[in-house]
Protein backbone atom coordinates (compact mmCIF):
# COMPACT_ATOMS: atom_id res chain seq x y z
CA UNK A 1 0.00 0.00 0.00
CA UNK A 2 1.02 3.53 -0.84
CA UNK A 3 1.20 6.09 1.87
CA UNK A 4 -0.36 9.43 2.00
CA UNK A 5 2.93 11.21 0.92
CA UNK A 6 3.18 8.57 -1.56
CA UNK A 7 -0.38 8.50 -2.84
CA UNK A 8 0.28 12.53 -3.22
CA UNK A 9 3.52 12.02 -4.95
CA UNK A 10 1.94 9.56 -7.60
CA UNK A 11 -1.14 11.96 -8.19
CA UNK A 12 0.99 14.91 -9.07
CA UNK A 13 3.14 13.13 -11.91
CA UNK A 14 -0.20 12.09 -13.31
CA UNK A 15 -1.43 15.49 -12.91
CA UNK A 16 1.94 16.34 -14.65
CA UNK A 17 0.87 15.22 -17.74
CA UNK A 18 -1.49 17.62 -18.87
CA UNK A 19 1.12 19.77 -20.48
CA UNK A 20 2.72 17.03 -21.84
CA UNK A 21 -0.42 15.85 -23.73
CA UNK A 22 -1.74 19.47 -24.95
CA UNK A 23 2.02 19.39 -26.43
CA UNK A 24 1.96 16.23 -28.13
CA UNK A 25 -1.88 16.91 -29.10
CA UNK A 26 -0.13 19.61 -31.73
CA UNK A 27 2.38 17.49 -33.32
CA UNK A 28 -0.92 14.42 -33.86
CA UNK A 29 0.51 11.42 -35.65
CA UNK A 30 -1.77 8.68 -35.37
CA UNK A 31 -1.03 4.75 -36.22
CA UNK A 32 -3.32 2.30 -37.04
CA UNK A 33 -2.90 -0.91 -34.57
CA UNK A 34 -5.64 -3.09 -35.71
CA UNK A 35 -9.47 -2.50 -37.11
CA UNK A 36 -10.64 0.97 -35.25
CA UNK A 37 -7.70 0.60 -33.04
CA UNK A 38 -5.16 3.60 -32.92
CA UNK A 39 -2.34 4.58 -31.30
CA UNK A 40 -1.12 8.13 -30.75
CA UNK A 41 2.53 10.09 -29.83
CA UNK A 42 0.87 11.22 -27.08
CA UNK A 43 -0.45 7.51 -25.89
CA UNK A 44 3.57 7.07 -26.01
CA UNK A 45 4.43 10.33 -24.74
CA UNK A 46 2.72 9.65 -21.77
CA UNK A 47 3.65 6.36 -21.09
CA UNK A 48 7.28 6.83 -21.17
CA UNK A 49 7.32 9.89 -19.08
CA UNK A 50 4.96 7.71 -16.05
CA UNK A 51 7.27 5.03 -16.60
CA UNK A 52 10.36 6.89 -16.39
CA UNK A 53 9.14 9.24 -13.52
CA UNK A 54 7.99 5.88 -11.99
CA UNK A 55 10.90 3.92 -12.18
CA UNK A 56 12.88 6.64 -10.33
CA UNK A 57 10.36 7.06 -7.11
CA UNK A 58 9.27 3.01 -7.15
CA UNK A 59 12.42 1.24 -8.65
CA UNK A 60 11.62 -2.50 -7.33
CA UNK A 61 7.75 -2.33 -9.03
CA UNK A 62 7.33 -3.03 -12.47
CA UNK A 63 4.74 -1.49 -15.41
CA UNK A 64 1.87 -3.20 -17.10
CA UNK A 65 1.07 -0.83 -19.77
CA UNK A 66 -1.38 -0.40 -23.37
CA UNK A 67 1.86 0.66 -25.26
CA UNK A 68 4.20 -2.11 -24.36
CA UNK A 69 4.52 -5.92 -24.16
CA UNK A 70 3.77 -7.35 -21.16
CA UNK A 71 5.19 -10.74 -20.20
CA UNK A 72 5.68 -13.43 -17.70
CA UNK A 73 3.66 -11.52 -14.92
CA UNK A 74 3.16 -13.13 -11.53
CA UNK A 75 0.20 -12.96 -9.56
CA UNK A 76 1.85 -12.08 -6.48
CA UNK A 77 3.93 -9.65 -7.57
CA UNK A 78 3.10 -5.72 -7.66
CA UNK A 79 2.84 -4.38 -10.79
CA UNK A 80 1.64 -0.29 -11.98
CA UNK A 81 -0.73 -0.86 -14.29
CA UNK A 82 -1.56 2.21 -16.82
CA UNK A 83 -2.98 3.19 -19.91
CA UNK A 84 -1.31 6.72 -21.10
CA UNK A 85 -4.30 7.15 -22.76
CA UNK A 86 -7.96 5.42 -22.79
CA UNK A 87 -10.52 7.07 -25.58
CA UNK A 88 -8.05 7.37 -27.86
CA UNK A 89 -10.49 7.95 -30.52
CA UNK A 90 -11.56 10.27 -28.72
CA UNK A 91 -8.49 11.93 -28.45
CA UNK A 92 -8.11 11.75 -32.14
CA UNK A 93 -11.39 13.58 -32.56
CA UNK A 94 -10.99 16.35 -29.84
CA UNK A 95 -14.18 14.88 -27.65
CA UNK A 96 -12.72 15.91 -24.59
CA UNK A 97 -13.57 12.58 -22.90
CA UNK A 98 -9.76 10.45 -22.79
CA UNK A 99 -7.89 10.01 -19.16
CA UNK A 100 -4.77 8.97 -17.99
CA UNK A 101 -5.71 5.90 -16.28
CA UNK A 102 -2.63 4.22 -13.33
CA UNK A 103 -3.56 1.75 -10.82
CA UNK A 104 -1.15 -0.23 -8.36
CA UNK A 105 -1.53 -4.22 -8.83
CA UNK A 106 -0.26 -5.98 -4.88
CA UNK A 107 -0.45 -10.16 -4.89
CA UNK A 108 -4.18 -9.94 -6.15
CA UNK A 109 -5.92 -6.72 -5.76
CA UNK A 110 -5.86 -3.06 -6.71
CA UNK A 111 -4.55 -0.82 -3.78
CA UNK A 112 -4.63 2.43 -5.38
CA UNK A 113 -6.26 4.44 -8.40
CA UNK A 114 -6.40 7.16 -10.36
CA UNK A 115 -7.64 8.49 -13.45
CA UNK A 116 -7.56 11.93 -14.88
CA UNK A 117 -9.32 13.67 -17.60
CA UNK A 118 -7.25 16.94 -18.75
CA UNK A 119 -9.94 17.96 -20.74
CA UNK A 120 -12.57 18.56 -17.95
CA UNK A 121 -9.93 18.88 -15.13
CA UNK A 122 -11.21 15.91 -13.38
CA UNK A 123 -9.06 13.75 -10.88
CA UNK A 124 -10.39 11.11 -9.89
CA UNK A 125 -8.74 8.82 -7.51
CA UNK A 126 -8.64 6.02 -4.62
CA UNK A 127 -6.70 4.09 -1.94
CA UNK A 128 -7.92 0.53 -0.83
CA UNK A 129 -10.20 0.90 2.24
CA UNK A 130 -10.47 5.17 2.25
CA UNK A 131 -13.40 5.97 -0.13
CA UNK A 132 -13.19 7.93 -3.27
CA UNK A 133 -12.56 11.12 -4.66
CA UNK A 134 -13.20 13.72 -7.11
CA UNK A 135 -10.59 16.53 -7.20
CA UNK A 136 -10.64 16.11 -3.26
CA UNK A 137 -14.33 16.01 -2.98
CA UNK A 138 -15.40 12.21 -1.77
CA UNK A 139 -17.84 10.53 -4.18
CA UNK A 140 -20.38 8.03 -4.10
CA UNK A 141 -22.80 5.80 -6.29
CA UNK A 142 -25.91 6.86 -6.42
CA UNK A 143 -28.23 3.79 -5.08
CA UNK A 144 -31.50 6.12 -5.11
CA UNK A 145 -31.57 5.16 -8.66
CA UNK A 146 -33.42 1.79 -9.57
CA UNK A 147 -33.29 -0.25 -13.09
CA UNK A 148 -36.18 1.74 -15.20
CA UNK A 149 -34.38 4.72 -13.86
CA UNK A 150 -30.54 3.80 -14.80
CA UNK A 151 -28.72 5.43 -17.34
CA UNK A 152 -26.46 2.57 -18.27
CA UNK A 153 -23.30 3.11 -20.50
CA UNK A 154 -22.28 0.36 -23.09
CA UNK A 155 -18.71 -0.52 -24.73
CA UNK A 156 -19.15 -1.53 -28.09
CA UNK A 157 -15.98 -3.80 -28.32
CA UNK A 158 -15.24 -1.09 -30.92
CA UNK A 159 -11.54 -3.55 -32.07
CA UNK A 160 -13.77 -6.40 -32.30
CA UNK A 161 -16.29 -6.16 -34.44
CA UNK A 162 -17.32 -9.77 -34.43
CA UNK A 163 -18.63 -9.41 -31.26
CA UNK A 164 -21.34 -7.15 -32.66
CA UNK A 165 -23.65 -9.59 -33.84
CA UNK A 166 -24.48 -10.94 -30.73
CA UNK A 167 -23.93 -8.00 -27.94
CA UNK A 168 -26.32 -5.87 -30.10
CA UNK A 169 -29.23 -7.86 -29.28
CA UNK A 170 -28.40 -8.39 -26.31
CA UNK A 171 -27.83 -4.45 -25.67
CA UNK A 172 -31.10 -3.88 -27.38
CA UNK A 173 -32.75 -5.99 -24.59
CA UNK A 174 -31.16 -4.04 -21.86
CA UNK A 175 -32.40 -0.66 -23.48
CA UNK A 176 -35.79 -1.65 -23.09
CA UNK A 177 -35.08 -2.20 -19.05
CA UNK A 178 -33.62 1.02 -18.38
CA UNK A 179 -33.87 4.92 -18.79
CA UNK A 180 -31.23 5.39 -21.74
CA UNK A 181 -27.95 4.30 -22.82
CA UNK A 182 -24.84 6.62 -22.77
CA UNK A 183 -21.14 5.41 -24.54
CA UNK A 184 -18.48 7.35 -23.33
CA UNK A 185 -15.63 5.77 -25.40
CA UNK A 186 -13.16 5.39 -21.99
CA UNK A 187 -14.20 2.48 -20.22
CA UNK A 188 -12.00 4.12 -16.84
CA UNK A 189 -14.22 7.27 -17.12
CA UNK A 190 -17.21 5.00 -17.49
CA UNK A 191 -16.23 3.09 -14.06
CA UNK A 192 -15.65 6.62 -12.84
CA UNK A 193 -18.73 8.22 -13.81
CA UNK A 194 -20.83 5.48 -12.05
CA UNK A 195 -18.37 5.70 -8.87
CA UNK A 196 -19.85 9.76 -9.09
CA UNK A 197 -23.29 9.17 -9.94
CA UNK A 198 -23.49 10.63 -13.26
CA UNK A 199 -24.36 6.80 -14.39
CA UNK A 200 -25.46 3.86 -12.69
CA UNK A 201 -24.15 0.85 -14.84
CA UNK A 202 -21.18 0.34 -17.25
CA UNK A 203 -20.68 -3.01 -19.33
CA UNK A 204 -18.13 -4.22 -21.45
CA UNK A 205 -16.73 -7.28 -23.04
CA UNK A 206 -13.18 -8.66 -23.19
CA UNK A 207 -11.49 -5.22 -21.68
CA UNK A 208 -7.82 -5.53 -20.97
CA UNK A 209 -6.27 -5.15 -17.35
CA UNK A 210 -5.55 -1.18 -18.17
CA UNK A 211 -9.22 -0.06 -19.10
CA UNK A 212 -10.93 -1.19 -15.40
CA UNK A 213 -7.89 -1.82 -13.14
CA UNK A 214 -7.66 1.98 -11.88
CA UNK A 215 -12.03 2.81 -12.26
CA UNK A 216 -12.94 -0.93 -10.67
CA UNK A 217 -10.93 0.33 -7.32
CA UNK A 218 -12.17 4.13 -7.47
CA UNK A 219 -15.93 2.36 -8.40
CA UNK A 220 -15.73 0.17 -5.30
CA UNK A 221 -14.51 2.64 -3.04
CA UNK A 222 -17.45 4.81 -3.98
CA UNK A 223 -19.84 1.70 -2.69
CA UNK A 224 -20.41 0.25 -6.23
CA UNK A 225 -20.15 -3.47 -7.43
CA UNK A 226 -17.54 -4.57 -10.07
CA UNK A 227 -17.46 -8.52 -11.53
CA UNK A 228 -17.56 -10.14 -15.05
CA UNK A 229 -20.94 -10.78 -16.54
CA UNK A 230 -21.29 -13.79 -14.38
CA UNK A 231 -20.58 -12.03 -11.30
CA UNK A 232 -17.09 -13.34 -11.05
CA UNK A 233 -14.00 -11.78 -9.26
CA UNK A 234 -12.46 -9.87 -11.55
CA UNK A 235 -8.71 -11.33 -12.56
CA UNK A 236 -6.83 -7.80 -13.13
CA UNK A 237 -3.71 -9.24 -15.05
CA UNK A 238 -5.71 -10.73 -17.58
CA UNK A 239 -8.75 -9.38 -20.24
CA UNK A 240 -12.25 -9.55 -18.44
CA UNK A 241 -15.82 -8.81 -19.49
CA UNK A 242 -16.95 -5.62 -17.18
CA UNK A 243 -20.11 -5.50 -15.42
CA UNK A 244 -20.00 -2.54 -13.03
CA UNK A 245 -23.00 -0.53 -11.51
CA UNK A 246 -24.20 0.98 -8.08
CA UNK A 247 -25.60 -2.15 -5.33
CA UNK A 248 -28.81 -1.68 -6.20
CA UNK A 249 -29.07 -2.56 -9.56
CA UNK A 250 -25.99 -4.96 -9.16
CA UNK A 251 -28.34 -8.06 -9.42
CA UNK A 252 -30.46 -7.08 -12.43
CA UNK A 253 -27.77 -6.00 -14.34
CA UNK A 254 -26.28 -9.48 -14.10
CA UNK A 255 -29.22 -11.30 -15.06
CA UNK A 256 -29.59 -9.35 -18.00
CA UNK A 257 -26.38 -9.95 -19.22
CA UNK A 258 -26.62 -13.58 -18.37
CA UNK A 259 -30.13 -13.54 -21.21
C1 LIG B 1 -10.84 1.76 -25.30
C2 LIG B 1 -11.88 2.60 -24.59
C3 LIG B 1 -13.26 2.28 -25.15
C4 LIG B 1 -13.57 0.81 -25.05
C5 LIG B 1 -12.48 -0.03 -25.67
C6 LIG B 1 -11.14 0.32 -25.05
P1 LIG B 1 -8.43 2.85 -25.74
O1 LIG B 1 -9.54 2.05 -24.83
O2 LIG B 1 -11.86 2.35 -23.20
O3 LIG B 1 -14.27 2.96 -24.45
O4 LIG B 1 -14.78 0.56 -25.71
O5 LIG B 1 -12.80 -1.38 -25.48
O6 LIG B 1 -10.14 -0.48 -25.60
O7 LIG B 1 -8.16 1.97 -26.92
O8 LIG B 1 -9.05 4.14 -26.11
O9 LIG B 1 -7.28 2.94 -24.81
CA1 LIG C 1 -8.00 1.78 -22.87
Known amino acids: ??????????????????????????????????????????????????????????????????????????????????????????????????????????????????????????????????????????IHVNNQIGLVDAVVSYGSAPYEKDRADKLFPLFYRIFKSVADFRRTGSAELDLCYVACGRQHAFIEQNLKPWDYAAGSLILTEAGGVISDWEGKTLPYLRNSDIAASTKTIAEHVIKMLQG
Request: glycine fraction near 6%; charge should be negative.
Open 1 to 138: MLNEHEQKEVISLVKKTKDLIFREMEAAKVTVKGAADYVTNVDFAVQEFLKKELDVLFPDIRMIAEEKENKNLSPDASYWILDPIDGTTNLIHHYGLSAVALALYEHGEITFGAVYNPFHEELFYASRGNGAFLNGEK
